[in-house]
């Protein structure tokens, strides 16, 4: 089968890089080339087939996957291995991680018999823990909070910052929300953005108008410091709304005046959030207890039901991982190569687990950045641009840019698009694409 492949689609085969990272545009036949690289595993290099793990964004994908592996291995006439792969480690991360903890119950402290709560069940016990825990603090408490902060739904931000919490693989705790302390530098920029509005006023060419607009961020860093310290949070972000609403580029053509002023805009933007950082700083404290309350509300409730959540098989297949050396040796050691699909929405947490296993075997991964529409669940870009920088000084990155599913004029458009300054340039180079049919009847190497 592997004479029908692209000469892209053959190296990425074939290729004998221990880490390779495969950038896969919509309709070049990236999963043809996955399941081609496990079969050329296989059957020309002689790896056991239980030696390879495959992770897949969906159950389908990973059914799709296993699907056409074995119908290779019939076509093949290898009916031994074709039994093989209904067991073999094809799998989502999630359904994997559930299937290392239920293995390694003991080290990994988890009823071996738990089952994973379904999404929207998981989101009403969450929901339940977090009103468990607002109703048990004061209500002056959470009062005083609300009104610093103008947060509505208390209930909802709790849930959602510790679901991004728990994805971001940082731990829950108070010092998680802390930033690193910073010397306070926005009234220093305000002050050298309104320098630069005086340089434009005395050496441009400017309109009656362009002119009152500089004059009236003269005495900006005074009004700003003219600002009590003790001013309530909503009264300083107030006065700072007014000050962007003296700014008004629309009509500027003076590309110097016009810098000044954008300068003058963004650094109110530092310096408002420096201002209200020690506002908001006794609440950040609060919101870090509440969240620590959650988790061990949240955790009780599983506890108590036998069940874990999606984020729990990932966040507990993690600390199993790095908790245990001897165990993650003895699971690293099972496999001699390591596949990921859909690379680009893979989060930090998730990769962390799969590094931790990447010790001595070959790592796979294929995906596409322009495709990278999970940012909402944490999925981190940029952790393809990370790796393919790291293997492609050592031959380890090939770029599949043949488009085998849509028509020379979608692909052009579409080149056109992502190339072109509407489109915000990534941290992972755009590549263009090559229609390689004419008729969405042509047969492809898909």
Same mark, same amino acid.
């Given at each position: 089968?592997?004479?029908?492949?692209?000469?892209?689609?053959?190296?990425?085969?074939?290729?004998?890089?221990?880490?390779?990272?495969?950038?896969?545009?919509?309709?070049?036949?990236?999963?043809? &080339?996955?399941?081609?690289?496990?079969?050329?595993?296989?059957?020309?290099?002689?790896?056991?087939?239980?030696?390879?793990?495959?992770?897949?964004?969906?159950?389908?994908?990973?059914?799709? !996957?296993?699907?056409?592996?074995?119908?290779?291995?019939?076509?093949?006439?290898?009916?031994?291995?074709?039994?093989?792969? =209904?067991?073999?480690?094809?799998?989502?991360?999630?359904?994997?991680?559930?299937?290392?903890?239920?293995?390694?119950?003991?080290?990994?402290?988890?009823?071996?018999?738990?089952?994973?709560?379904?999404?929207?069940?998981?989101?009403?016990?969450?929901?339940?823990?977090?009103?468990?825990?607002?109703?048990?603090?004061?209500?002056?408490?959470?009062?005083?909070? $609300?009104?610093?902060?103008?947060?509505?739904? %208390?209930?909802?931000?709790?849930?959602?910052?510790?679901?991004?919490?728990?994805?971001?693989?940082?731990?829950?705790?108070?010092?998680?929300?802390?930033?690193?302390?910073?010397?306070?530098?926005?009234?220093?920029?305000?002050?050298?953005?309104?320098?630069?509005?005086?340089?434009?006023?005395?050496?441009?060419?400017?309109?009656?108008?362009?002119?009152?607009?500089?004059?009236?961020?003269?005495?900006? @860093?005074?009004?700003?410091?003219?600002?009590?310290?003790?001013?309530?949070?909503?009264?300083?972000?107030?006065?700072?709304?007014?000050?962007?609403?003296?700014?008004?580029?629309?009509?500027?053509?003076?590309?110097?005046?016009?810098?000044?002023?954008?300068?003058?805009?963004?650094?109110?933007?530092?310096?408002?959030?420096?201002?209200?950082?020690?506002? &908001?700083?006794?609440?950040?404290?609060?919101? +870090?207890?509440? $969240?620590?309350?959650?988790?061990?509300?949240?955790?009780?409730?599983?506890?108590?039901?036998?069940?874990?959540?999606?984020?729990?098989?990932?966040?507990?297949?993690?600390?199993?991982?790095?908790?245990?050396?001897?165990?993650?040796?003895?699971?690293?050691?099972?496999?001699?190569?390591?596949? %990921?699909?859909?690379?680009?929405?893979?989060?930090?947490?998730?990769? =962390?687990?799969?590094? $931790?296993?990447?010790?001595?075997?070959?790592?796979?991964?294929?995906?596409?950045?322009?495709?990278?529409?999970?940012?909402?669940?944490?999925?981190?870009?940029?952790?393809?641009?990370?790796?393919?920088?790291?293997?492609?000084?050592? +031959?380890?990155?090939?770029? %599949?840019?043949?488009?085998?599913?849509?028509?020379?004029?979608?692909?052009?458009?579409?080149?056109?698009?992502?190339?072109?300054?509407?489109?915000?340039?990534? @941290?992972?180079?755009?590549?263009?694409?090559?229609?390689?049919?004419?008729?969405? !009847?042509?047969?492809?190497?898909?």
């Amino acid at each position: 089968m592997e004479k029908q492949l692209t000469p892209a689609q053959k190296r990425a085969v074939q290729c004998e890089a221990a880490d390779l990272c495969v950038t896969a545009g919509a309709g070049s036949g990236k999963t043809r &080339v996955l399941v081609e690289r496990f079969i050329h595993l296989v059957t020309r290099k002689g790896v056991p087939l239980d030696r390879i793990l495959a992770i897949t964004f969906t159950e389908k994908a990973a059914a799709e !996957m296993k699907e056409r592996i074995a119908r290779a291995f019939i076509e093949a006439g290898r009916e031994d291995l074709r039994r093989e792969v =209904e067991f073999a480690y094809i799998s989502t991360i999630d359904a994997f991680c559930a299937r290392i903890l239920r293995e390694n119950a003991l080290e990994a402290e988890v009823d071996p018999l738990f089952t994973v709560l379904e999404a929207s069940d998981a989101d009403r016990a969450l929901e339940e823990a977090a009103d468990e825990v607002l109703l048990a603090r004061s209500g002056e408490e959470v009062a005083g909070w $609300l009104e610093a902060t103008g947060v509505q739904d %208390l209930t909802s931000t709790l849930c959602g910052l510790h679901a991004k919490v728990r994805a971001s693989g940082m731990p829950l705790e108070p010092a998680t929300l802390d930033p690193p302390p910073r010397k306070e530098t926005g009234l220093a920029e305000v002050g050298a953005a309104v320098e630069r509005v005086q340089s434009a006023l005395r050496a441009e060419k400017l309109t009656p108008l362009q002119v009152e607009k500089g004059n009236a961020q003269l005495r900006l @860093v005074a009004e700003i410091e003219a600002i009590p310290p003790s001013a309530p949070a909503p009264e300083i972000a107030a006065a700072f709304a007014r000050f962007q609403g003296r700014i008004i580029l629309t009509g500027i053509r003076n590309e110097s005046f016009k810098g000044a002023l954008t300068a003058v805009r963004e650094s109110l933007k530092k310096c408002l959030a420096e201002r209200l950082e020690e506002k &908001v700083r006794p609440f950040r404290a609060l919101l +870090g207890e509440l $969240l620590v309350s959650l988790e061990a509300a949240y955790d009780r409730k599983k506890r108590e039901a036998a069940v874990l959540d999606f984020s729990d098989l990932e966040w507990k297949t993690r600390g199993l991982l790095a908790g245990s050396p001897q165990v993650r040796r003895r699971i690293a050691a099972k496999f001699d190569h390591i596949f %990921l699909d859909e690379f680009q929405d893979t989060n930090p947490l998730q990769m =962390e687990i799969l590094d $931790l296993l990447h010790a001595g075997n070959g790592f796979f991964a294929a995906g596409d950045a322009k495709q990278s529409i999970y940012g909402f669940r944490d999925a981190d870009v940029g952790i393809v641009a990370g790796f393919r920088e790291r293997v492609e000084p050592k +031959g380890g990155h090939i770029s %599949l840019r043949e488009n085998f599913r849509s028509r020379p004029e979608i692909v052009k458009f579409s080149n056109r698009l992502f190339g072109s300054g509407l489109w915000l340039r990534g @941290v992972v180079p755009f590549e263009e694409m090559v229609a390689l049919t004419t008729s969405p !009847m042509e047969m492809s190497p898909m």
